[in-house]
């Protein structure tokens, strides 16, 4: 989530702050106004801004003044500078705002959308720097998150190995046949985790691969569902699956597709607590399919259902401690890739509701089962 950009205007004479806030008012800028140098230095302290417009001619402190110090402090010394100066046969001024790291001098009157294309410029190159920041920060959150967690499986393949190694312990075939199915069960969940980073990196450069088939969703949501049951019940949820009486025949990934699935299910299973209920419905409208999942869950703050598909989103929040948080990211990715659509809907402490949308192809039908 990209924050709004601060733009700061300082100029001694109130008129000119407000006709300057005017016409650099924007709904993804947020405008910092100073009537001296003393003043501006004190929001400079505080902001972190994307451009400063500076009037040169200031009692007290002059623009040239204000922005030795800027260059001089390690918090604003790359804040751009476009100076303001009343317009002169001199070319000093000019000269010497370049000589003190201006970006440009603008000479009164200014021209409103000069100055406007300009302003626009610095705060799309400051907004750039803030998603770029925010994508690294990011990718160093979920890569720390997935070589924490990997160490849990790989301390359980390491310890279970070695012990079926050491001749000192002796072990019926039952015990060597469940160790066996320690070791596979820790390595299929190191392999999804590299999956999911995979799968980010192909969604980034639009090459996330796909084989449609022939393929009825109904068998592939059914056989989701029942993976999730023994998970489910151990939890104490109740997980139930209303598939109607269609049949939904299309071209699609099957693979992907019960990867789509199981992520859905998998988060709803993952976030509810002992008593709360996860349902499927999945009905034809139209030429299309249409699949719901439904929890009695914790649900998710207003804040951050505008977010949930963006890759890392989750890896990010405090209440995640184990996974990738590129599940839902991957989910929309397969949804995006079979002509699709996905949507989220929730509410605090009420449950959270996804409603997948994919297209139908003419296959002829059969029953389902």
């Given at each position: 989530?990209?924050?709004?950009?601060?733009?700061?205007?300082?100029?001694?004479?109130?008129?000119?702050?407000?006709?300057?806030?005017?016409?650099?008012?924007?709904?993804?800028?947020?405008?910092?106004?100073?009537?001296?140098g003393t003043?501006?230095?004190?929001?400079?302290?505080?902001?972190?801004?994307?451009?400063?417009?500076?009037?040169?001619?200031?009692?007290?402190?002059?623009?040239?003044?204000?922005?030795?110090?800027?260059?001089?402090?390690?918090?604003?010394?790359?804040?751009?500078?476009?100076?303001?100066?009343?317009?002169?046969?001199?070319?000093?001024?000019?000269?010497?705002?370049?000589?003190?790291?201006?970006?440009?001098?603008?000479?009164?009157?200014?021209?409103?959308?000069?100055?406007?294309?300009?302003?626009?410029?610095?705060?799309?190159?400051?907004?750039?720097?803030?998603?770029?920041?925010?994508?690294?920060?990011?990718?160093?959150?979920?890569?720390?998150?997935?070589?924490?967690?990997?160490?849990t499986p790989?301390?359980?393949?390491?310890?279970?190995?070695?012990?079926?190694?050491?001749?000192?312990?002796?072990?019926?075939?039952?015990?060597?046949?469940?160790?066996?199915?320690?070791?596979?069960?820790?390595?299929?969940?190191?392999?999804?985790?590299?999956?999911?980073?995979?799968?980010?990196?192909?969604?980034?450069?639009?090459?996330?691969?796909?084989?449609?088939?022939?393929?009825?969703?109904?068998?592939?949501?059914?056989?989701?569902?029942?993976?999730?049951?023994?998970?489910?019940?151990?939890?104490?949820?109740?997980?139930?699956?209303?598939?109607?009486?269609?049949?939904?025949?299309?071209?699609?990934?099957?693979?992907?597709?019960?990867?789509?699935?199981?992520?859905?299910?998998?988060?709803?299973?993952?976030?509810?607590?002992?008593?709360?209920?996860?349902?499927?419905?999945?009905?034809?409208?139209?030429?299309?399919?249409?699949?719901?999942?439904?929890?009695?869950?914790?649900?998710?703050?207003?804040?951050?259902?505008?977010?949930?598909?963006?890759?890392?989103?989750?890896?990010?929040?405090?209440?995640?401690?184990?996974?990738?948080?590129?599940?839902?990211?991957?989910?929309?990715?397969?949804?995006?890739a079979h002509?699709?659509?996905?949507?989220?809907?929730?509410?605090?402490?009420?449950?959270?509701?996804?409603?997948?949308?994919?297209?139908?192809?003419?296959?002829?039908?059969?029953?389902?089962?």
């Amino acid at each position: 989530m990209v924050d709004k950009v601060k733009c700061l205007l300082v100029d001694d004479v109130e008129e000119n702050l407000l006709a300057l806030e005017a016409l650099l008012a924007g709904e993804d800028r947020e405008i910092h106004k100073a009537s001296s140098g003393t003043a501006a230095l004190e929001l400079l302290l505080v902001h972190d801004f994307a451009l400063a417009l500076l009037d040169i001619h200031m009692p007290t402190m002059d623009g040239f003044e204000l922005a030795e110090l800027m260059r001089g402090t390690e918090r604003s010394r790359h804040v751009p500078i476009i100076f303001i100066t009343a317009a002169t046969s001199e070319p000093l001024p000019m000269f010497r705002g370049y000589e003190y790291g201006a970006v440009d001098v603008l000479l009164k009157p200014i021209n409103p959308e000069i100055l406007r294309q300009k302003t626009n410029v610095f705060v799309q190159l400051h907004q750039q720097r803030q998603q770029l920041a925010n994508a690294v920060k990011a990718r160093e959150d979920v890569l720390a998150i997935v070589s924490h967690d990997m160490r849990t499986p790989l301390s359980v393949v390491h310890t279970t190995a070695s012990m079926l190694l050491n001749p000192k312990y002796t072990f019926t075939p039952q015990q060597i046949r469940e160790q066996h199915e320690r070791i596979k069960r820790n390595v299929e969940l190191m392999n999804r985790m590299i999956g999911d980073l995979m799968d980010m990196a192909n969604l980034r450069s639009g090459k996330l691969s796909i084989d449609p088939k022939p393929t009825i969703i109904n068998d592939v949501l059914r056989e989701a569902v029942a993976a999730h049951e023994a998970p489910a019940r151990d939890k104490g949820l109740t997980l139930t699956y209303d598939a109607g009486t269609d049949v939904m025949p299309a071209d699609a990934d099957r693979a992907r597709l019960m990867q789509l699935f199981q992520n859905l299910l998998g988060n709803a299973v993952k976030f509810c607590k002992a008593g709360d209920r996860v349902s499927v419905l999945s009905r034809t409208r139209g030429n299309h399919a249409i699949i719901e999942f439904s929890d009695t869950g914790p649900g998710i703050a207003a804040e951050d259902l505008p977010h949930i598909f963006d890759p890392y989103y989750s890896a990010s929040r405090k209440h995640q401690k184990t996974g990738t948080g590129l599940g839902l990211y991957i989910s929309k990715g397969i949804v995006d890739a079979h002509g699709g659509q996905i949507r989220c809907g929730s509410e605090p402490g009420a449950g959270t509701s996804f409603s997948v949308t994919l297209p139908l192809s003419a296959m002829p039908a059969r029953a389902a089962g």
